[in-house]
């Protein structure tokens, strides 16, 4: 059998692939937290806790209304995102102009609010959530097997970050929304209504949120702790990419779930630590993180 560093390849590039997988729910999370934190300057606490609400509602799609996987895919990002607009428009639109503390403090204890309740409902042992039948399967390359679901996952989380990215970054309508989070009066003074752009991006990142726990749902348990399993993590990839930087977040995402992995081959012990160690180092060397802006 082929090794590499005395490491069987298989075993390598399994890691590698769990790392990618890892890496794409960090990217597609911390994108949401950049757009969120970037563009109206609240720090949401909650996004775990809407992550895990994207599983729960496809798993509830399926079993109370037989709708599948693909188009779960769609809908439940709509309803976590129409749940994120309410609660904009309720609570989180009042604490614009006020210490970020505020937005992680209210967000913090939404975050325990709707995990208690699926707590509740559901209990904590999980409940699983079939692969659907067209990503069942794998591919058996030279080196690895790999699952077609997972091999979905990574494609469908880099489409996503990459289109979310060129929209905000490319078009007209990111600019408008950059300006109106820059300077929101003189932008509304070309008639553009603010406050409605604010609350779409609002929506718009916790929908992503909602669509990476559609993804997670076939491969790890649906239950109510799997967003506070995460967010933790994903609040140290947004600081490692540099607040508010969205590209920073889904380049550093996709690239600590590979350091991770690789952590898990050579040194097992690590591979819990090691984003947090990477993060203690960046923010010695550039407090505002690799992509970040100093101000």
Same mark, same amino acid.
């Given at each position: 059998?082929?090794?590499?560093? !005395?490491v069987?390849?298989?075993?390598?590039?399994?890691?590698l =692939?769990? !790392?990618?997988?890892?890496?794409?729910?960090?990217?597609?999370?911390?994108?949401?937290?950049?757009?969120?934190?970037?563009l109206?300057n609240i720090i949401?606490f909650?996004?775990g806790a809407?992550?895990?609400?994207?599983a729960f509602?496809a798993?509830?799609? =399926?079993?109370? #209304?037989?709708?599948?996987?693909?188009?779960a895919?769609? =809908?439940a990002?709509?309803?976590?995102?129409?749940?994120?607009?309410?609660l904009e428009?309720?609570?989180?639109?009042?604490l614009?102009?006020?210490?970020h503390?505020?937005?992680? #403090?209210?967000t913090? !204890?939404?975050?325990?609010?709707?995990?208690?309740?699926?707590?509740?409902?559901y209990?904590?042992?999980g409940?699983?959530?079939a692969?659907p039948p067209?990503?069942?399967?794998?591919?058996?390359?030279?080196?690895?097997f790999?699952?077609?679901?997972r091999?979905?996952?990574?494609?469908a989380? =880099?489409a996503?970050c990459?289109?979310?990215?060129?929209?905000?970054?490319k078009t007209?309508?990111?600019?408008?929304?950059?300006?109106?989070?820059?300077?929101?009066?003189?932008v509304?003074a070309?008639?553009v209504?603010?406050?409605?752009?604010?609350?779409?991006?609002?929506?718009?990142?916790?929908?992503?949120? !909602?669509?990476a726990?559609?993804?997670?749902?076939?491969?790890?348990?649906?239950?109510?702790?799997m967003g506070?399993d995460?967010?933790?993590?994903?609040?140290?990839?947004?600081?490692?990419?540099?607040?508010?930087?969205i590209l920073?977040?889904?380049?550093?995402?996709f690239?600590?779930?590979?350091i991770?992995?690789?952590t898990?081959?050579?040194?097992?012990e690590?591979?819990?630590?090691v984003?947090?160690?990477?993060?203690?180092l960046?923010l010695?060397?550039?407090?505002?993180?690799?992509?970040?802006?100093?101000?």
């Amino acid at each position: 059998m082929t090794t590499i560093f !005395g490491v069987p390849m298989q075993a390598l590039f399994g890691q590698l =692939l769990l !790392g990618l997988i890892n890496g794409s729910f960090y990217a597609i999370l911390s994108l949401g937290l950049a757009i969120i934190f970037g563009l109206l300057n609240i720090i949401n606490f909650a996004h775990g806790a809407l992550y895990m609400m994207g599983a729960f509602v496809a798993w509830m799609l =399926l079993n109370y #209304l037989g709708v599948n996987y693909w188009w779960a895919l769609g =809908l439940a990002p709509l309803i976590v995102g129409a749940f994120g607009i309410v609660l904009e428009r309720v609570l989180i639109a009042r604490l614009y102009k006020l210490d970020h503390l505020y937005g992680l #403090l209210l967000t913090f !204890g939404m975050a325990l609010i709707i995990q208690g309740l699926f707590r509740n409902s559901y209990g904590v042992s999980g409940l699983p959530y079939a692969i659907p039948p067209e990503l069942s399967g794998g591919q058996r390359l030279p080196f690895m097997f790999l699952p077609n679901y997972r091999a979905w996952v990574v494609v469908a989380s =880099l489409a996503v970050c990459l289109a979310t990215w060129l929209v905000i970054e490319k078009t007209k309508l990111g600019s408008y929304l950059r300006a109106a989070t820059e300077n929101p009066t003189l932008v509304q003074a070309f008639g553009v209504n603010v406050p409605l752009f604010l609350t779409l991006t609002y929506g718009f990142g916790v929908a992503l949120a !909602g669509f990476a726990g559609v993804l997670a749902a076939p491969i790890y348990s649906v239950n109510p702790n799997m967003g506070a399993d995460i967010i933790i993590v994903v609040f140290a990839v947004v600081v490692i990419g540099g607040m508010g930087s969205i590209l920073g977040s889904v380049i550093t995402g996709f690239g600590l779930g590979l350091i991770e992995g690789l952590t898990k081959v050579f040194y097992p012990e690590a591979s819990a630590t090691v984003i947090f160690v990477i993060m203690v180092l960046v923010l010695l060397v550039k407090p505002a993180g690799l992509f970040g802006r100093t101000a």
